[in-house]
């Protein structure tokens, strides 16, 4: 009798845990479903829905940026991403690494998310609600003596407003706009912010290695980037230091301080290694030795698309 | 007296070694410029020249200024390559990205002579117009500042007459009174083309 009580009772429990597991899972599916899919568009998707706006009013939002120079920013995003240009000397180089996916995956969604921060002064991008303070309302298209980026009020934009949105550790004593914190902690992004970044707005699948103070341990870094470049997206935590020699100090802070996309990189015959990579409006292609490429890098950020059928 | 003898000689060298420290570095830094401004201007005009043929820059990577890293541009891309001066490689590759090999070297050279560790071409806006500048960094400062911590005197090489304060500080254009910066810095004038700086780094 005892022993009937026994095998009913673990009947029942292998049925609730069953049941449990069922919904967990029906959840887990459901929520897989609602953020399993990365949106993709095509440059001449994006091209065309410019060419349509023919007439775009100033915003109230933005009073410091002209709509004609916005729709000719966007549309130079549009036709020749790879322009985008954080501006020299500021701390912008995380959000214009990160843009560099939606410019080439989903132009069209990034110009119709641009024009509804600009016509509306917020927008949701991906589980993301932006909306920017007032502070940086006003302060969008007057950054001034920043090279290429005086001229692009729809970047200054874009990139005041995720600054502005998004905090860190390293924001933690700067968190309020003033003219000039572009320049500063203000805008300052860690690893973990910029991965954050690209899993919220683009809802891409995020592999990271690496850390803000800690270079990653990769046994054989070439074979490893060179996979990891042929299969997606992959952005470097650099230290700038090294990249952008700025003067001759032989000691030199050990940390990673600016973001890049790698876009290839080979073994010359002498043994050296050739990456090329986009900043600053531009591709570069840099010979470095392998010594130079280790101490180079401490963070490693392996983006892919989320699709439906994608393997989770 | 004979035991306070050290007292007095600190009184008087302290007092003349401040006076050397506060000595107007904006007169002595000009000067240096006119000292030296047939060498300068020989290196700019040589950049300027070459720079028409392909846009390149030129940096002195060590303190030795025995190596160069050159930046070669072209339509597509950017090459940063590094080497050693006397290297075959770097003549090589100038011949390759088919390039004045001579007249670059020479400017190198001369480059080296005067402690120039970086020419570039820098782009700027002025009433969203695009503008460029020849932007040369020094090695040393040249008023032997004592505790200076600042090590490179700056220069920029305008192609148009700039404008300045009543105190000669480089202002953003005729109409605003703002002051322009450049790679993060105040520059002075030296005449109406050519400004100057003393910064904690070359670029």
Known sequence: MLERATVQNTRIFKKCIALILCICMSGISTAQRERDTSRTSTRQDAIAFISRITELPQSAHWPNIKPALFLQNLKNNIENPLSLHEGNNTNFCAYAAMSYIPLQFDPLGFAKDLLQLYREGKVKMGRVNITPSSEVKLAAGRLAFKGELDIRPADQMWFLALADHFKCYLNIFDKHFDMGDENSFWAATSFGKFNHMIRSLFRYRVEAKGSDLIRPTIDHLYGYLKERVSKGTVALFVNNMSLYQKDHRQVKPGVGTHFIILKDIEEAPDGRINITYWDYGGLTLQQVTPSFLYRLIFGITFCTKRTANAPQ | ?203
């Open chain 2, 1 to 203: 007296m004979r035991r306070n003898r050290p007292v007095y000689i600190l009184c008087l060298v302290v007092p003349a070694f401040l006076l050397f420290a506060c000595r107007s570095s904006r007169k002595l830094t000009a000067d240096y410029y006119y000292e030296n401004e047939a060498a300068l201007t020989s290196i700019e005009k040589a950049y300027a020249s070459l720079y028409k043929q392909r846009p390149f820059s030129v940096e002195f990577i060590d303190k030795g200024f025995n190596y160069v890293s050159l930046m070669l541009q072209s339509n597509r891309i950017k090459y940063i390559y590094e080497f050693e001066l006397n290297e075959p490689r770097l003549q090589d590759t100038l011949a390759r990205y088919q390039m004045d090999s001579a007249a670059i070297m020479k400017m190198i050279r001369q480059m080296k002579d005067i402690q120039c560790v970086w020419i570039n071409n820098l782009d700027y806006y002025v009433d969203e117009q695009k503008r460029s500048m020849i932007f040369m960094s020094l090695r040393t400062v040249p008023p032997r500042i004592p505790f200076a911590e600042k090590k490179y005197y700056i220069l920029t090489f305008f192609n148009q007459p700039q404008f300045f304060d009543n105190q000669g500080r480089l202002l953003a254009n005729r109409r605003q009174r703002r002051l322009r910066k450049i790679d993060d810095n105040f520059f002075q004038r030296i005449n109406d083309r050519v400004c100057y700086t003393i910064s904690e780094r070359f670029r």
